[in-house]
Structure formats: C-alpha cells, structure tokens
C-alpha cells in the first residue's frame, strides 16, 4: 500500500475534525472543551507524521511557532488579553493549524 493511499483517510478526517470545530465554535458551553482539546490534538499528530516523514521543513517550523504563540493568547497567558480577543486568538490557532494540515497534505499527495 502506498503512503498515499495510508494518509488519504487521515486527511479526510482531520477535515472532518476542522469543520465539525469551526461549526461547533460558540453553539454551547460544551464545544469550548472540545475546541480546546482538539486543536492540540492535531497539532501533536501533525508533528507526529511530518518529523518520521521527513517534512517538518522551516514553513512548518514557523507555523508551529505562530500556532504556539497564539495558543498562549488564547489561553489568557499573555497580559491584556481579554474574552474577545482570547476568542479570535483561538480562531486564529486553528486558522493556522488548518493552513498547517494543508500544506502538509499537498506535500505528501502532490510528493512536493
């Protein structure tokens, strides 16, 4: 079987986990949780694929220093940050993860 054809699924999923979080954002009290735990989740399975595979090159080096950076906002670390911008530093997070998991992807099926 090809790595393609292996990771296929786990992109698709990982699309899937992306729209049911973008779509669950501030419906209910209970999708704050799993905002909150899905977003690392997949920043860990990301690093965990690209690192053996060979393709945590300098852009998703960056990306993962931007994720980071916006991880701490939003989790009301850096001074002044208050609900509404904890909010859009959230969406800003999982903007960058999703544009992380995009070019990730390409890079795997398109074998850039």
Same mark, same amino acid.
């Given at each position: 079987?090809?790595? %393609?054809? +292996?990771?296929?699924? +786990?992109?698709? *999923? &990982?699309?899937? %986990?992306? !729209? @049911?979080l973008?779509? /669950? $954002?501030?419906? =209910?009290?209970? =999708?704050?949780?799993? *905002? *909150?735990?899905?977003?690392? /989740?997949?920043?860990y399975?990301?690093? =965990? ?11 998703? &080096?960056?990306l993962?220093? +931007? ?7 939003? !989790?009301?670390? @850096?001074r ?10 959230? %969406?800003?997070? =999982? ?11 390409? $890079?795997?099926? @398109?074998?850039?």
């Open positions: 079987m090809s790595l %393609t054809m +292996v990771l296929l699924p +786990v992109f698709v *999923e &990982v699309g899937l %986990t992306f !729209a @049911l973008f779509w /669950t $954002k501030g419906r =209910a009290k209970t =999708a704050e949780a799993a *905002e *909150e735990f899905g977003l690392p /989740t997949l920043f399975a990301l690093i =965990a694929l690209a690192l053996p595979l060979r393709h945590a090159d300098l852009a998703i &080096v960056l993962s220093w +931007v994720f980071v950076v916006t991880r701490f906002v939003n !989790a009301g670390l @850096l002044g940050a208050d609900g509404r911008q904890r909010s859009l530093a959230w %969406t800003a997070s =999982a903007l960058v993860l999703l544009a992380m998991w995009l070019y990730f992807a390409l $890079k795997m099926l @398109l074998l850039l």
